[in-house]
């Protein structure tokens, strides 16, 4: 079973990186075409799941993508790291608690590296500091191919989430990793890579 991983230094547009991600699905849903990860950062883009509201929009004035993942309204902005992914488990287990359990110890160890504990909850999904919410996590399975992924705030403008209710959440319960600590790392993108990579084997 062949994984390609891709990191991209620029920003994606979502729209682009939504169609190839589509594209990859139907690939390896016909064994036509390899598995994948790819790492990314997103211009400022709001995205609504398939369980969003109406009223979730305070700003009637933006934008909204509707996509097929699962969960409600987000954003995306730069300097949040994103993880795609599209992971075949027909090859894998086909046990979709344990995909999100190995995405949140992913997120878990890779906060740590920043020196900050962080805990996934049962309750709400996602991983979250204290009582703030750090990471989402957004899957859809089709003929058991996973795909879609999760984000990390890092250094993106927090203020913008005040134009939803993100994840059914108040917006003053979301934070990052520039807020929670002054402690940085160096090439983040390869240490999440190389975190996320080492739990797909349990997958």
């Known amino acids: 079973m062949t994984l390609e991983v891709k990191i991209s230094k620029k920003l994606v547009p979502y729209k682009t990186a939504f169609s190839y991600l589509r594209k990859r699905v139907e690939l390896v849903k016909n064994s036509k075409g390899n598995e994948l990860v790819w790492i990314l950062e997103h211009p400022l ?9 109406e009223n979730e929009i305070l700003d009637k004035k933006i934008k909204i993508i ?48 920043y020196k900050i504990e962080s805990y996934a909850d049962k309750e709400k ?3 979250w500091v204290k009582d703030k919410k750090i990471a989402a996590i957004g899957i859809r399975v089709s003929a058991w191919v996973a795909y879609h992924g999760f984000s990390i705030n890092i250094k993106n403008n927090l203020n913008y989430y ?3 209710i993100p994840c059914g959440l ?27 990579l080492k739990k797909l084997k349990n997958i």
Not at 172 to 182: D, Q
């Open 45 to 53: 883009t709001f995205t609504s799941g398939i369980r969003s509201k």
């Open 66 to 113: 509707k996509t097929n993942r699962g969960g409600k309204i987000t954003l995306h902005s730069p300097g949040q790291k994103i993880v795609y992914f599209v992971l075949n488990l027909n090859k894998r287990r086909k046990d979709i608690k344990n995909l999100i359990k190995q995405i949140e110890l992913s997120i878990i160890d890779f906060i740590r590296l």
């Open 125 to 127: 999904i996602g991983i």
């Open 162 to 164: 005040k134009k939803i």
């Open 170 to 196: 108040n917006n003053k319960k979301i934070t990052s990793l520039k807020i929670e600590t002054k402690y940085q790392i160096l090439d983040k993108e390869n240490k999440l890579k190389d975190i996320f």
